[in-house]
T-cell receptor
Framework: SQTIHQWPATLVQPVGSPLSLECTVE??????LYWYRQAAGRGLQLLFY??????ISSEVPQNLSASRPQDRQFILSSKKLLLSDSGFYLC???????????FGQGTRLTVV | RKEVEQDPGPFNVPEGATVAFNCTYS??????FFWYRQDCRKEPKLLMS???SGNEDGRFTAQLNRASQYISLLIRDSKLSDSATYLC??????????FGSGTQLTVLP
């Protein structure tokens, strides 16, 4: 079965600092991959999704970017964090022909 | 209009009660439907898929109404451990998953 690894679990970063969150997938090939953000007490907001290497779709304009350098690797980045970037970031994967999504354990980011 | 809409709640119900959540979706080309459960400060986890004919898993029943474009989740005999946020998820034809914002349920002793 599919497993999503995401790290770190918790991160505290100052405003203006860069960000790199990594997500890797085991147990499947060519997965659809997603980055979601969940603000405190709010629903999941889709940030990016990818259907393959180098293929990134952005759902909302923002201070973040995503890259998919390998089939099972999905990276969320920022050059300069804003206070509003604080939240719970979740990487999810859904395999080809299997639309169920599996989530990583999430990264709780606090920008101070 | 949001692609997937849910009543955010909160729903506060006594133990043993029956509670139902609805979710509406706007894209008629949507193909697959799911209910996820999210505990506080944790990642969402699949509760159950929703099939056209309706499906049941123990105390949980999910139904799909394609004509009216909504799905529902019924929880019977609520337990304290059912307290969580329930997320409606819809898969579009582009294999993209869209999550509702969730319905918060608190089961009270």
């Amino acid at each position: 079965s599919q497993t999503i690894h995401q790290w770190p679990a918790t991160l505290v970063q100052p405003v203006g600092s860069p960000l790199s969150l990594e997500c890797t997938v085991e147990g499947t090939s060519n997965p659809n991959l997603y980055w979601y953000r969940q603000a405190a007490g709010r629903g999941l907001q889709l940030l990016f999704y990818s259907v393959g290497i180098g293929q990134i779709s952005s759902e909302v304009p923002q201070n973040l970017s995503a890259s998919r350098p390998q089939d099972r690797q999905f990276i969320l980045s920022s050059k300069k964090l804003l206070l509003s970037d604080s939240g719970f970031y979740l990487c999810a994967g859904g395999g080809l022909g299997d639309t169920e999504a599996f989530f990583g354990q999430g990264t709780r980011l606090t920008v101070v | 209009r949001k692609e997937v809409e849910q009543d955010p709640g909160p729903f506060n119900v006594p133990e043993g009660a029956t509670v139902a959540f609805n979710c509406t979706y706007s894209n008629s080309a949507s193909q697959s439907f799911f209910w996820y459960r999210q505990d506080c400060r944790k990642e969402p986890k699949l509760l159950m898929s929703v099939y056209s004919s309706g499906n049941e898993d123990g105390r949980f029943t999910a139904q799909l109404n394609r004509a009216s474009q909504y799905i529902s989740l019924l929880i019977r005999d609520s337990k304290l451990s059912d307290s969580a946020t329930y997320l409606c998820v819809v898969s579009r034809s582009a294999r993209q998953l869209t999550f509702g914002s969730g319905t918060q349920l608190t089961v009270l002793p």
